[in-house]
């Protein structure tokens, strides 16, 4: 019931996990440390495994752009208001942190 739970989201962030994925597992920490940094209360991050939820791969908003890199999303008013894959392109992962927190915050 993973994409009751993204529709239910008033104002959060989302981390797809898969737990078989170096650049997901990697990402985590980092995301969760940022958002630390930055004051997001621990509540406001959700974690979802994709491999406990094969539901979100049919999601029009997800379908194709799931691949196990440690995507995030922004949620507002339950709809998914930015999409960033934060392990694939790992010298990046500050500036997409940064875009995450502007949509998240803005």
């Known amino acids: 019931m993973a994409a009751t739970t993204i529709t239910s989201i008033q104002r959060g962030i989302v981390f797809l996990m898969a737990d078989w994925s170096g650049g ?3 990402a985590y920490p980092r995301l969760v440390a940022f958002l ?3 004051g997001i209360a621990s509540e406001e991050l959700h974690v979802l495994n994709v ?3 094969p539901e ?3 999601m029009p908003e997800l379908s194709g752009k799931i691949h196990g890199w440690g995507e995030a999303l ?3 008013a339950g709809r998914i208001v930015l999409f960033t894959r934060l392990g694939k392109d790992q ?3 500050q500036e997409h ?3 995450l927190l502007r ?4």
């Open 74 to 76: 922004v949620v507002k």
């Open 51 to 53: 491999d406990d939820h």
């Open 24 to 26: 997901a597992r990697w």
């Open 56 to 58: 979100l791969y049919n």
């Open 103 to 106: 949509v998240y915050v803005g």
């Open 36 to 38: 630390k940094e930055h």
């Open 97 to 99: 942190c940064d875009q």
């Open 91 to 93: 010298p990046l992962i």
